[in-house]
């Protein structure tokens, strides 16, 4: 997670963007968007930029439009990487403070605050750093479908653990999770016929994809909703 390729298109956070509101949800401050009476919950872990992205919190609208409660926890407290250049921005205490083992353990909190409101199938999408949270997730039941989105580095052994349906989106060019090893990981997933899977490489397109593209990139932004539209149909196969 700490090459470059994380920190590039950096969106413009913006804290009143999007159609729903900001509450706090099993002890994070959270977007919250959808009918709040849902059985039916997505979480929404962001990558490194936070939970204030324009882009992700339009998706989150856009998941919420189809019935699903979804909650967009700020997993970093306040946090977010803004700046990675800046001079005084220590990368490697950031990523120690804010690791994927605690972003797992605070994810877990919010699907019990999830259950406590009456949900009863909950499925969870990680971009990036979230992704590595939602492969950590998908070795319990704790969510009953996950989508892992241009991800960290993944490794085999929780690819071996998942035990949820589960797919991975990836981009053709991805130096921190480069198709091959995808693909790779996708040839694990079908060995285990009991679980549902679905790995898809979207050609001419980089790491982030999904939620760092311009707005004004007609290519960029129909590759990214090609995408969204895969999770969405993977949640309402698997979320029900």
Known sequence: ???????????????????????????????????????????????????????????????????FLVVVPDFFYGDPIIDFKDPKFDIKLWQETHNTDKGCEDAKAVIAALKSKGVSAIGAAGFCWGGQVVAKLASSTDIHAGVVLHPGQITEEQINDVKIPIAILGAEFDHIFPAEQLKQLGKKLSEKSELDSFVKIFPGVAHGWTVRYSVEDESAVKSAEEAHSDMLNWFTKHVK
């Open 1 to 67: 997670m700490s090459s470059s390729r994380c920190f590039e298109n950096p969106p413009t956070l913006s804290s009143t963007c999007g159609e729903g509101t900001v509450q706090d949800f099993g002890g994070l401050q959270t977007y919250v968007t959808g009918p709040s009476h849902s059985k039916l919950a997505i979480i929404l872990i962001s990558d490194v930029f936070g939970y204030e992205a324009p882009n992700l919190r339009k998706l989150a609208d856009k998941i919420a439009a189809a019935g």
